[in-house]
């Protein structure tokens, strides 16, 4: 049984990536030890209000994502550090996320 | 001549107010001396990132909204406190407001 | 023994209302069935920064504030819309925002 | 004459350095063709609501800047991009940054 900040195996990351990115335009990918992906918007108002949303999604989960702004830009890399790596809070957040650009 | 925020006649509120309802499925309404809308949203997230998108748009412009949220509701009242009423800049604002609700 | 979102007795509601004044240069006062409190900012984004603190907060609670903002000021009014009045949350939400306002 | 855009030579991007770091704690320092400082807070929430602060400043600015977020951590790095590297642009951008964090 694991815990949801239990390090998950390969085998179980690509499973959960597979189930992440079904149906979605853009996916999620593997970059080093996280869980990225590029959100570009219209304007600046746009991708902060998206940053917005994921601040309330991610405090209420208390797991918060590492991510970058430039102008319309989100760079997000998700990633558990007490767990040196992927878990599966990791793909809740993600989850999280995509409902928040959809919005 | 007249500026932005001098007091608008009535004929030129509804001549305003026509023309930013026009195409709305909710239109804007007056009531006493403002322009009210109010705006429903899924949930307070919802609710709040549009509020933070009106709030950069409110901030640019130099003129800001009257407004009272309840978890998914915002109540939103737009009139010129100095001019005592609404003004060209309370449509202005009107306008920016129904674009971050639309996003 | 009462849940936190249990109408509070008055006995109770004064005695929580002294806790949470304590040591506050502006008290919460009672208002109709609310525990009310206004803040005066600076200025709108000192009045948003709060308000994006307080929406965060809210949030992880799940228990949001109804609150009203006109340029540097925000009303807020506390209660427990199912219970119909105040309950412990209200004071817990009462006591989040007072360390919102004070950072 | 030159426009609040335009490359700053090396000796005037020293002078406006000094100058913006005359009293601060923390200095503002060069990398790259940047101007970079790190913000830390005391928790995610503290740092969203600086981020919203700054958010608001750049947006009515018309000028953003490219920073990243890791829970209490913000590392802003300001520079023009149509320009190719710092303009006063940026100077007055990192005095309006500097006022969100002291408030």
Redesign the interface.
């Known amino acids: 049984m694991s815990a949801s900040n239990t390090l998950l195996a390969p085998p179980d990351i690509n499973t959960s990536l597979a189930a992440l990115n079904a149906g979605l335009e853009q996916p999620w990918t593997l970059a080093g030890n996280t869980l990225a992906k590029t959100f570009v918007f ?1 304007d ?3 991708a ?6 994921v ?6 989960l ?1 797991h ?8 319309n830009r989100v760079d997000v890399r998700l990633s558990t550090h007490e767990a040196g790596g992927i878990t599966a809070l990791d793909f809740r957040l993600a989850g999280l996320i995509e409902a ?1 650009a959809r ?1």
Chains 1, 2, 3, 4 share one sequence.
């Open positions: 219209a600046f108002p746009s902060f209000a998206f940053m917005t949303r601040a309330l999604a991610a405090e209420k208390d918060h994502p590492d991510w970058t702004n430039a102008w928040s919005r």
